[in-house]
Structures are given as C-alpha cells and as structure tokens.
C-alpha cells in the first residue's frame, strides 16, 4: 500500500525559503519507472506540476519555477524534500507530493499525499 | 512547452446524464494523457492513464479516448458522487501540464 504525507511550515514570510517534505512508504524510489513528484493548487486554481524526481536521480523542474527550485531525496528515511527560495504571496498554495509511474511517459501520478497549505505573508 | 486546453470550464448536468469533457494539447502527445478527478477539500484521484487504461477500482461509467491532440473523458450514466472538477494532464515529456479543469455541477 502506497502512502504520502506532506509537513512542513503552513506560514511563511515574503522572501523565505520554503522546505516540504514528503515521507512515503509502500514503494523504493530505486526502482525502475518510480518517481516522486511536487503539484500545487492555488486557492480555488487548477494544479501546476513543479517538479519530479525519477529513480535514476532524473530531476525535472517545471522552467518558469526551475531557479527557485530543488528537489532531493534521503534514501533512508524514504523523504523526498522540495525546497523554494524567495517566496511570494502568489505561491500560495496547497502543495502535493505524489508517487509517479514513468513506465511510459514521464509519469502520471497515481498516488497522493493529502496536501500541504502554505501561505506567504507578512 | 505542451499547453493543455479543457473544455468546458464548467457544466450543469443530471443525475444519470451522459458527460463529456475535452482536452486539447498545444502539440502531438501521442497517447500520453491522463484524467484525475478532484473534489473540493481532497487532492485529485487518477482515474484514467494513457488515455484509456482505467486506474484500478475505477468505475466503467468512466471512458478515455483520443490520440494526437484531442482527447475526451465521457461519464456514461452521471453518479452524485461524479460531480467534481475533472483536469487532464500529459506524460509526454517536461514540464508535465495539466488542464484548468472543468467543474461539473448539479443542474
């Protein structure tokens, strides 16, 4: 069985960085077509793909966000961590870690995680 | 990058209604497409990947189809627990893109 969870800060200030991370179980990143990806959904928006993470360490990053971005992994703790610099109320949002199977394609996302609200203010 | 296109952008429809939602991508993708359906307060649920392949546990009222550029999901028969917003997304290559989405109501 397949789980992800979300945690990390629910308030943060223009300019910060923000660090989410996704625990999971149920699945080994190392395995042939697994990826862990980030999606965020604005308040009442449709979802936006940020960024994904491949089994052979592939890191994908959606271009409008890629220099705010990284996504990286600890093995051992089964985490994946998303991190975003210089913070704007615009990212507001609720972010998802979700399980994706890249077996064909470059993943679609099959498992998620229950979301995460962030809110940039001051 | 691959701009994917729904529409409507919202519907009213009946209990027991046939549905259709389309999706359009901006270029070819093949048949890399797949449906999630989300209701409010929840994250989204794949139903459909590869435009056709029903996601286990799925219910047969819901039917992908399509190649190339234009793409459709089609409820068969409208349940009270389809009324939702429903957003495509392609697999074909990075960036991954969704759909706005389309919001299907209670007439």
């Known amino acids: 069985q397949i789980t992800l969870k979300e945690s990390g800060p629910t308030l943060v200030k223009p300019s910060q960085t923000l660090t989410l991370t996704c625990t999971f179980s149920?699945?080994?990143?190392?395995?042939?077509?697994?990826?862990v990806g980030w999606i965020r959904q604005p308040p009442g928006k449709a979802l936006e793909w940020l960024a994904l993470?491949?089994?052979?360490?592939?890191?994908r990053y959606t271009p409008f966000l890629k220099s705010r971005l990284t996504i990286t992994k600890e093995t051992s703790k089964n985490q994946v961590v998303l991190t975003m610099t210089n913070l704007d109320p615009v990212d507001t949002a609720t972010y998802y870690c979700?399980?994706?199977?890249?077996?064909?394609?470059?993943?679609?996302?099959?498992?998620w995680g229950q979301g995460a609200l962030v809110t940039v203010s001051s | 990058d691959i701009q994917m296109t729904q529409s409507p952008s919202s519907l009213s429809a009946s209990v027991g209604d046939r549905v259709t939602v389309t999706c359009r991508a901006s270029?070819?993708?093949?048949?890399?497409l797949s449906w999630y359906q989300q209701i409010p307060g929840k994250p989204p649920k794949l139903l459909i990947y590869?435009?056709?392949t029903l996601q286990s546990g799925v219910p047969p009222r819901f039917v992908g189809s399509g190649s190339g550029t234009d793409f459709t999901l089609t409820i068969s028969s409208l349940q009270p627990e389809d009324f939702a917003t429903y957003y495509c997304?392609?697999?074909?290559?990075?960036?991954?893109?969704f759909g706005g989405g389309t919001k299907v109501e209670l007439k």
């Open positions: 979700a399980h994706a199977q890249a077996t064909s394609g470059y993943g679609y996302f099959d498992y």
């Open positions: 149920g699945f080994s990143l190392t395995t042939d077509g697994m990826g």
């Open positions: 993470l491949y089994w052979d360490d592939d890191e």
């Open positions: 270029q070819s993708i093949s048949r890399y």
């Open positions: 590869e435009t056709s």
């Open positions: 997304q392609h697999t074909y290559i990075t960036p991954l893109t």
